[in-house]
């Protein structure tokens, strides 16, 4: 009923620059907050950074000062600017959001993407 579809990750080398899209279809009603989640292989999913409908942001500590998370609510689309790169950055990124369907206006639930790999190269 929602699609996420993250697009922009790839390989860069360290210091660099990259930026992920994730665009949001179907049979949405109402989204309420966004979010970037990374996971490295052997490690637990983490939170990178989320967004409220407000545009009042939060990011994990390690990423602060270097991504910027934004969206997009003409065309449900949140991005998240990744500059400095480090190789420590190196994970599958998913995209979250919190939303409601046309058919259950009421009900949010949380839905996933698939995921966008970002390699950084040392």
């Known amino acids: 009923q929602v699609q996420l579809v993250e697009s922009g990750g790839g390989l860069v080398q360290a210091g660099g620059s990259l930026r992920l899209s994730c665009s949001v279809s179907?049979?949405?009603?109402?989204?309420?907050?966004m979010g970037w989640y990374r996971q490295a292989p052997g490690k637990q999913r983490e939170l990178v950074a989320t967004?409220?409908?407000?545009?009042?942001?939060n990011y994990k500590d390690s990423v602060k000062g270097r991504f910027t998370i934004s969206r997009d609510n003409d065309k449900n689309t949140l991005y998240l600017q990744m500059n400095s790169l480090k190789p420590e950055d190196s994970a599958d990124y998913y995209c979250?959001?919190?939303?409601?369907?046309?058919?259950?206006?009421?009900?949010?639930?949380?839905?996933w993407g698939k995921g966008t790999l970002v390699t950084v190269s040392s």
């Open positions: 967004i409220t409908t407000g545009s009042s942001t």
């Open positions: 179907g049979n949405i009603f109402s989204i309420d907050s």
């Open positions: 979250n959001v919190y939303a409601s369907t046309i058919t259950a206006s009421w009900r949010y639930m949380n839905y």
